[in-house]
């Protein structure tokens, strides 16, 4: 099984500081890595697919980049709503299966 | 555009089976561009992907529920179910299915999937 390390673990900014997140795969994982948006209460939105590829609607502040085993979630100015909990997740092929990391939470600071 | 809405029993006795199922709106399920999935949230924790399944009836589980997962679908119905055996209190969590989209690209051991949209989960508690 892929393990997905997110760090860190709880990350204290304020709006308009730039958000720094990391995922970390015990495997390589080429450019195969999502990330999702979760607020309380509600559902995770997809950001993030393939590394870097924006999902339909999500603000250009949000970027994903790396390969192989380290990939990165900047949000590059936070706004308010932006504080929640972010989480990868990828697929391995063989045998079949899915993982997410344990999740970064992200609050005001 | 495509909705995911879960829908069962929100309480569930230890020992007993939990069942739930997700209607698909605004998409079909006989899609081939998708695959569907269920994941759980235990209170103030993180996603555990269970299991997902393709319309031809394929599955594919989490190999630590499998031997209590099964998962099915309903074309007729665009519906796709879960039924979770032995539930105990660990089993306590927001049940979300959502849609996985799949690009059938894969280097070395990975592929591309992410899931999208979700449904908006469902609280299922296991409790007497």
């Known amino acids: 099984e892929i393990v997905l390390t997110q760090s860190p673990a709880t990350l204290s900014l304020s709006p308009g500081e730039r958000a720094t997140l990391s995922c970390r795969a015990s495997?390589?994982?080429?450019?195969?890595l999502a990330w999702y948006q979760q607020k309380p209460g509600q559902a995770p939105r997809l950001l993030i697919y393939d590394a870097s590829n924006r999902a339909t609607g999500i603000p250009a502040r949000f970027s994903g980049s790396g390969s192989g085993t380290d990939f990165t979630l900047t949000i590059s100015s936070l706004e308010p709503e932006d504080f929640a909990v972010y989480y990868c997740?990828?697929?391995?092929?063989?045998?079949?299966?899915?993982?997410f990391g344990q999740g970064t939470r992200l609050e005001i600071k | 555009q495509l909705q995911l809405q879960e829908s069962g029993p929100g309480l569930v006795k230890p020992s007993e089976t939990l069942s739930l199922t997700c209607t698909v709106s605004g998409g079909s399920i006989n899609s081939n561009s998708y695959y569907w999935g269920w994941i759980r949230q235990p209170p103030g924790k993180g996603l555990e992907w269970i299991g997902t399944?393709?319309?031809?009836?394929?599955?594919y589980y989490n190999p630590s529920l499998k031997s209590r997962v099964t998962m099915s679908v309903d074309t007729s119905k665009n519906q796709f179910s879960l039924r979770l055996t032995s539930v105990t209190a660990a089993d306590t969590a927001v049940y979300f299915c959502?849609?996985?989209?799949?690009?059938?690209?894969?280097?070395?051991?990975?592929?591309?999937?992410?899931?999208?949209?979700w449904g908006q989960g469902t609280l299922v508690t296991v409790s007497s």
């Open positions: 997740q990828q697929r391995s092929h063989w045998p079949w299966g899915i993982t």
């Open positions: 495997q390589s994982l080429s450019s195969y």
């Open positions: 399944i393709y319309y031809s009836g394929s599955t």
């Open positions: 959502a849609a996985l989209k799949t690009s059938g690209y894969c280097s070395g051991g990975s592929c591309s999937t992410r899931f999208d949209p």
